[in-house]
């Protein structure tokens, strides 16, 4: 039972840490979003029009994807809290939190590639 204890300890760390990561990156997608607004203010032309919105659109996504990330989180984080001291965890939980480690790990490879590509992009045109 201790083992248990100290298991679901260990699975709520990491989905809280999750969550924490993944408002960092909501909020970020706010300050690209911004800096996205500053270069449309200042550059008119059309084909830099052009990838400010595909960027827009993408950061669209991206905070949908984020929302529906945290909101995995929090269910997880319900599902340990509810978890009877006396009930065999490990497999539910592992197959559980292996998917939603697989989903973190996905979408932060996509958010730093597309991180990169907007850096790259406001190298270009500031």
Avoid: P
């Avoid at 919105?53 to 945290?70: G, H, P, T, W």
């Amino acid at each position: 039972m201790e083992n248990q204890i100290l298991y679901l300890s260990d699975l709520r760390f990491n989905v809280d840490t999750w969550k924490r990561e993944l408002q960092f990156h909501f909020n970020e997608m706010d300050t690209f979003q911004e800096k996205l607004e500053e270069i449309a203010s200042r550059n008119q032309d059309a084909l830099v029009a052009v990838k400010l919105e595909v960027f827009q659109n993408r950061i669209m996504i991206e905070k949908d994807a984020i929302s529906k990330l945290k909101h995995r989180c929090r269910n997880k984080i319900a599902n340990i809290n509810n978890a009877a001291i006396n009930e065999n965890i490990y497999g539910r939980f592992q197959n559980e939190h292996h998917t939603l480690k697989e989903d973190m790990r996905t979408y932060i490879k996509l958010h730093y590639d597309l991180k990169e590509e907007m850096m790259n992009f406001f190298l270009e045109v500031l």
